[in-house]
């Protein structure tokens, strides 16, 4: 046999190898294309529907929480049939709103939070009326089966230099405004005159003179806010306190009462040591 025979039969056995490997190198390919794309399909599966990271929870996420019932299993306990006496409860909210600065929220002053270490707010709060500046008030109310409630205003007939009145007759709408859900409070941070809450109905009007005491009597679920606008009547209106709970008066506070005789038990005092906390 020639040589040109033998190199014609080695250069067919090369190709044909050649083939085979090509085919194998073009299976492969095939197979990890089709692979990348379904991992990149997936990927872009997941970006869409699978929510990021939860951001950090703020203030105003606090009302999404689940309050838990403090008077568990208490109504299945005998227990003896009493009348507990009512019982005051502070706002947990009091923050003025302007019309004249709409976008401007009345917080806790910065230094006078600095001087207390930066810790907690400062204890008084400003309640200010005049044409152009309400105060919102907010309460929760608490306690087992104490489901009546009263909105009660107090001035000392001598006030002295405890609270600044105009010259003019000082009336004062209370309104009853819309909260976001039964247990939503508000945030202080955001309130302000454009972000106040809803005006549902004028529950009464006062004149704020010394002696002023004033009650309104409404119906308050267990652990239910309460939330009030104190706006002005007329334009020569000026009322204007510092509020603290630790001398509260003049005042606005929420005292709570049950409606009957109720089965209650004899530690439900140990409450009112809570009730008085600023929120």
Same mark, same amino acid.
């Given at each position: 046999?020639?040589?040109?025979h %033998?190199?014609?039969?080695?250069r067919?056995s090369?190709?044909m190898?050649r083939?085979g490997?090509?085919?194998?190198?073009?299976?492969?390919?095939?197979?990890?294309?089709v692979l990348?794309?379904?991992?990149?399909?997936?990927?872009? %599966?997941?970006?869409l529907?699978?929510?990021?990271?939860?951001?950090p929870?703020r203030?105003?996420d606090?009302g999404g929480?689940?309050?838990?019932?403090?008077?568990?299993?208490?109504?299945?306990?005998?227990?003896?049939?009493?009348t507990? +006496?009512?019982y005051k409860?502070?706002?947990?909210l009091? &923050?003025r709103?302007?019309k004249?600065?709409? !976008?401007?929220a009345?917080?806790?002053?910065p230094?006078?939070?600095? @001087?207390?270490g930066?810790?907690?707010? *400062?204890?008084?709060?400003?309640? !200010?009326?005049?044409s152009q500046?309400?105060?919102?008030?907010?309460?929760?109310s608490?306690?087992?089966?104490?489901?009546n409630?009263?909105?009660i205003v107090?001035?000392?007939?001598?006030?002295?230099?405890?609270?600044?009145?105009? /010259?003019g007759?000082n009336?004062?709408?209370?309104w009853?405004?819309?909260?976001n859900?039964?247990?939503?409070?508000?945030?202080?941070?955001?309130?302000?005159?454009?972000t106040?809450?809803?005006?549902?109905?004028?529950i009464?009007?006062i004149t704020?003179i010394?002696?002023?005491?004033?009650?309104?009597?409404f119906?308050?679920?267990? +652990?239910?806010?309460?939330?009030?606008e104190? &706006?002005?009547?007329?334009e020569?209106?000026?009322?204007?306190w510092?509020?603290? %709970?630790?001398h *509260?008066?003049?005042?606005?506070?929420?005292?709570?009462?049950?409606? /009957?005789s109720?089965r209650i038990?004899v @530690?439900?005092?140990?409450?009112?040591a809570?009730?008085?906390?600023?929120?």
């Amino acid at each position: 046999m020639s040589s040109e025979h %033998h190199i014609s039969r080695g250069r067919a056995s090369y190709s044909m190898r050649r083939s085979g490997r090509d085919a194998g190198y073009s299976k492969f390919t095939a197979f990890a294309v089709v692979l990348a794309i379904l991992c990149t399909s997936i990927n872009v %599966h997941i970006f869409l529907t699978v929510e990021g990271p939860q951001p950090p929870m703020r203030f105003r996420d606090l009302g999404g929480l689940k309050r838990p019932n403090q008077f568990i299993g208490l109504e299945r306990v005998r227990l003896p049939v009493v009348t507990p +006496d009512p019982y005051k409860i502070y706002p947990n909210l009091l &923050a003025r709103v302007n019309k004249l600065e709409p !976008k401007r929220a009345y917080s806790d002053d910065p230094k006078r939070f600095a @001087a207390l270490g930066k810790m907690v707010p *400062p204890g008084d709060k400003q309640f !200010k009326v005049t044409s152009q500046v309400s105060t919102i008030v907010e309460f929760r109310s608490v306690g087992y089966k104490m489901e009546n409630c009263q909105l009660i205003v107090t001035v000392p007939v001598d006030p002295g230099a405890a609270i600044e009145l105009g /010259t003019g007759q000082n009336l004062v709408h209370i309104w009853h405004v819309l909260t976001n859900t039964p247990s939503w409070p508000i945030d202080p941070k955001s309130l302000t005159w454009d972000t106040r809450p809803t005006r549902v109905s004028k529950i009464g009007s006062i004149t704020i003179i010394p002696g002023t005491n004033y009650t309104h009597s409404f119906s308050c679920l267990r +652990d239910s806010l309460h939330v009030f606008e104190f &706006a002005a009547g007329g334009e020569d209106v000026h009322v204007q306190w510092s509020q603290d %709970h630790n001398h *509260p008066n003049p005042a606005v506070t929420m005292a709570q009462r049950a409606s /009957t005789s109720v089965r209650i038990h004899v @530690a439900f005092g140990f409450l009112t040591a809570f009730v008085g906390l600023w929120g």
